[in-house]
Antibody, heavy 118, light 109 residues
Framework: QVQLQESGPGLVKPSETLSLTCTVS????????WTWIRQPPGKGLEWIGY???????NYNPSLKSRVTISVDTSKNQFSLKLSSVTAADTAMYYC????????????WGQGTLVTVSS | QTVVTQEPSLTVSPGGTVTLTCASS?????????PNWFQQKPGQAPRSLIY???NKHSWTPARFSGSLLGGKAALTLSGLQPEDEAEYYC?????????FGGGTTLTVL
């Protein structure tokens, strides 16, 4: 059973960079797309992007200029950096696994709330 | 910008059947969009229900089914139970990019 756990600061100042890490357990970080998704309070889900264990990435075009997703296979972790944050980036951030062969997201982390405020 | 549209809200009686749909601003939804469906209850992370149009995860209740219907992706819930009350989201694939629908609030009343 794959498990994912997000970690990182819960409060980030405007104009700074949001940084989160997702630790994967119960399975290898290879052979899947490792995904970040966010949800502003009271709103719907937004796909941020994913990374393959090789390091190849794909991002939401609306966030592409500010997003970087990276992977550390030695630690079974992948990370999200979102630069120049504003209050609009306040959200619950989820990491998830997308099974490439099955064309579906299957496992989710519990999420971590990040608030952008001075 | 691609928009994926779902019914904002639906209300159904216990024991009933309901179909939620997921439309694409680019045209008909096909199997090539690999529709996924998720359930989210208040205060919880989303839970995956359906992948690649109609495939169920091992934990997906048998009363949930996915399909393509009239150019849209569809999620049908039959024999509705009170615990099915939740927000439901679809996700469509557009090449290497994924787009979520706005979600449907399902009330079982």
């Amino acid at each position: 059973q794959v498990q994912l756990q997000e970690s990182g600061p819960g409060l980030v100042k405007p104009s700074e960079t949001l940084s989160l890490t997702c630790t994967v357990s119960g399975g290898s970080i290879s052979s899947a797309y490792w995904t970040w998704i966010r949800q502003p309070p009271g709103k719907g889900l937004e796909w941020i992007g994913y990374i393959y264990y090789s390091g190849s990435t794909n991002y939401n075009p609306s966030l592409k200029s500010r997003v970087t997703i990276s992977v550390d296979t030695s630690k079974n972790q992948f990370s999200l950096k979102l630069s120049s944050v504003t209050a609009a980036d306040t959200a619950m951030y989820y990491c998830a696994r997308e099974d490439i062969a099955e064309a579906g997201i299957d496992y989710w982390g519990q999420g971590t709330l990040v608030t952008v405020s001075s | 910008q691609t928009v994926v549209t779902q019914e904002p809200s639906l209300t159904v009686s216990p024991g009933g059947t309901v179909t939620l749909t997921c439309a694409s601003s680019t045209g008909a939804v096909t199997s090539g969009h690999y529709p996924n469906w998720f359930q989210q209850k208040p205060g919880q992370a989303p839970r995956s229900l359906i992948y690649n149009t109609r495939n169920k995860h091992s934990w997906t209740p048998a009363r949930f089914s996915g399909s393509l219907l009239g150019g849209k992706a569809a999620l049908t819930l039959s024999g509705l139970q009170p615990e099915d009350e939740a927000e439901y989201y679809c996700l469509l694939y557009y090449g290497s990019v994924r787009v979520f629908g706005g979600g449907t609030t399902l009330t079982v009343l």
